[in-house]
């Protein structure tokens, strides 16, 4: 639980903001219900249960996208039924559910729900707010909403840049390890709730300290390139390219049995074997490859991965090695010529 909240953002902002609302809404329930307003408790009631069942949803689904929309629209229209209810006193719930938007949704949704909202108010008379106190209303909300928009665009654009920053190998371009082990998670994760299956690949460039030594790094780092060049050119665009580090590479692919993790796996040692060279000579790789298992974790179907990989080096490289589906051992996996 504490690894999704850490990784996922969204999921993180629905859970707080659903914890907040459970404890800021239930007193008013509860004293509203003491005091013989059945009809507000109930609201207020129902409010709380279908935030809390977003949240569920967002928790059982993983879509954290549209679960924040969903999200954003209850609370907008729950703020709209308290504003019915309590009138000009109901108005100031909506401050906080607008401002809720910009954190459960995209910028643009958020201001098309508020607009929504605030047309909704204006138009429909909902609460038979007087004019000059509606008037202000909806001029101070409009205040609110291009603030938290201007924060949300800035935000957004301030965590893409890091996402990049964090998840990107700077030399290659392509995804880093760390990056890597959130994908591993995810694909577990989906085989485990919609039988996706996944394939996994670690590649070896061969003797490739070698051409650091002979050549220098800055070679070295040439055909680092020019090998993710290659891959790149020959995978589908589901299909997702980590760098491992060094010389490791792992190739992720969404959707792919044995047979077709094979025959991509030999295929692209092929092209890697007519197309990249260093300055002396042409570089081959090695493919340690694993299906994900059942009931296998991250860390397991890794390892098995790269079992097969060392059992493609002791074979004598340039090869392309599966781990056995039915086991562990590395003793019998396969070897593909």
Not at 94 to 110: D, E, K
Not at 112 to 127: D, E, H, M
Not at 132 to 154: D, G, H, N, P, W
Not at 212 to 227: M, P, S, T, Y
Request: overall charge negative; proline content about 2%.
């Amino acid at each position: 639980m504490l690894y999704r909240l850490k990784n996922d953002f969204r999921l993180s902002i629905i859970t707080l903001l659903s914890v907040c609302a459970i404890v800021g809404i239930t007193p008013f329930a509860v004293y509203r219900l003491i005091n013989g307003d059945q009809l507000a408790a109930i609201v207020d009631t129902l409010i709380l249960l279908s935030i809390c069942s977003v949240m569920a949803y967002a928790w059982m689904s993983g879509d954290t996208r549209r679960s924040g929309v969903i999200m954003a629209v209850v609370v907008c229209c729950g703020g709209l039924v308290v504003v019915s209810l309590q009138h000009i006193i109901g108005l100031f719930w909506l401050y906080p559910c607008f401002i809720t938007s910009f954190f459960l949704t995209s910028s643009r949704l958020a201001v098309l729900i508020n607009g929504l909202a605030l047309f909704t108010l204006g138009v429909f008379k909902v609460g038979n707010i007087p004019s000059e106190q509606l008037v202000s209303f909806i001029t101070t909300a409009i205040v609110v909403s291009a603030c938290a928009y201007v924060f949300s665009r800035r935000n957004e654009s301030q965590r893409r840049r890091l996402e990049q920053l964090a998840t990107l190998d700077p030399l290659t371009g392509v995804k880093n390890r760390r990056a890597m082990e959130e994908e591993l998670h995810k694909a577990v994760l989906n085989l485990q709730r919609h039988q996706i299956q996944y394939g996994l690949a670690i590649i070896d460039l061969d003797h490739f300290k070698a051409i650091n030594d002979e050549h220098g790094h800055a070679e070295g780092d040439q055909v680092l390139i020019k090998c993710v060049d290659i891959i790149t050119d020959q995978i589908r665009q589901s299909d997702q390219l980590f760098r491992f580090g060094g010389e490791e590479f792992v190739l992720l692919l969404p959707g792919t049995d044995e047979s077709g993790l094979i025959s991509v796996t030999q295929n692209l040692l092929e092209v890697i074997r007519e197309q990249l060279q260093s300055p002396s000579a042409r570089v081959t790789a090695s493919f340690g490859l694993a299906c994900l298992g059942a009931k296998e974790n991250a860390d397991d179907w890794m390892a098995r991965a790269d079992s097969a990989l060392y059992q493609a080096k002791e074979n004598g490289r340039d090869q392309v090695v599966m781990a056995d589906s039915a086991s562990h051992h590395p003793q019998k996996d396969t070897a593909v010529a």
